[in-house]
């Protein structure tokens, strides 16, 4: 997401922890090569930087995933964002409360991203949040099982794909036997009722991402399908990251002035590009590539 951002030209800073070793510093140098601002990356001396193995199906899919994430559940949690909040560590302090946007991801648990959203609602300037889930199994870590199941206050904007929208809708006590689960079983008509459920739990606006069916956008008035075109098999390299183009792309769109709506149809061009590398972002992605994609549509 933030090398997404970075590349379509926006400032962006990405604070996550890494180990002191070889691998971290590479990815310190990639992301700053891509315009991230990586200067306060916490280097741990106990863990190694994270790694990510991922194996996909003849239909270039993923299909299994193994990854070791523990540097950042150990590193950055709740005392961490405790403590840079405190009065000795300004710089990552007013760094966050002078955001326009702060993206959490699901490695982050409950309690540290509380720590930044009570933060945040503590600033008097707007701030916009949105919460990443990235697996079936993190997604409901936005779940505040304290309050009535009910998602992390602060959070606006919440993007899950259909299977982290159902582990979601299972955590916050919607009813089991009024989700259908299996795949091609769902109409448009069932995902907002999903969605809204979503929204009653404390969001604003849900992104759905649909894969090949295109984005739901769904808030509590309303509903919007944006489609996609369709791509051949032979065209799609890796659907690895294609949802968090979308995201990042989305954002910027947000950041330009652009409705949510047309913000996402903006991040379906850069999760279509990802669909075309073998990167999970595509180098070739920045905003020129981004107009003349969109101008090809009209």
């Known amino acids: 997401i933030a090398e997404c951002i970075g590349r379509l030209g926006h400032s962006v800073s990405m604070l996550t922890a890494v180990g002191d070793d070889r691998i971290g510093q590479q990815l310190i140098d990639y992301m700053e090569s891509c315009g991230v601002d990586m200067s306060r990356t916490l280097r741990s001396k106990q863990y190694p930087t994270s790694s990510y193995v991922a194996v996909f199906d003849e239909h270039n899919d993923l299909f299994v995933s193994v990854a070791d994430l523990a540097v950042l559940e150990q590193e950055m949690n ?7 909040f405190g009065k000795d560590n300004g710089d990552i302090r007013d760094m966050i409360r002078c955001a326009r946007f702060v993206v959490l991801d699901g490695n ?24 990443e889930p990235i697996s079936v ?14 998602l992390l206050r602060g959070i606006k904007y919440i993007s899950p794909c259909e299977m982290e929208l159902f582990a979601l809708l299972r955590a916050t006590q919607y009813p089991a036997s009024a989700i259908k689960e299996e795949i091609g079983s769902n109409t448009i008509s069932d995902y907002v009722a999903y969605c809204r459920h979503i929204v009653e739990c404390g969001v604003e606006h849900v992104v759905l991402t ?5 984005v739901l956008v769904v808030d509590a008035h309303s509903y919007e399908h944006v489609k996609v075109e369709k791509m051949t098999p032979q065209q799609i ?11 990042g792309a989305t954002i910027c769109g947000l950041l330009e002035g652009k409705s949510l709506v047309d913000a ?14 073998k990167q999970t972002v595509n180098p070739k992605l920045c905003k020129q590539k981004m107009i003349q994609a969109m101008r090809s549509k009209l």
Request: proline share 0%; charged share 15%.
């Open 210 to 214: 649909l894969g090949s069916n295109g």
């Open 137 to 150: 199994q993190k997604a409901t870590r936005v779940v505040d099982t304290a309050n009535g199941h009910k």
């Open 264 to 277: 996402v149809r903006y991040g379906t061009f850069a999760s279509r590009l990802c669909l075309q590398s």
């Open 108 to 131: 982050l648990t409950f309690e540290a991203m509380q720590a930044i959203t009570m933060q945040l609602q503590q600033q008097r300037h707007s701030c916009e949040v949105w919460y």
């Open 78 to 84: 709740a005392s961490y964002f405790n403590h840079i």
């Open 237 to 247: 390299q890796n659907t690895n990251g294609a949802g968090d183009n979308l995201c």
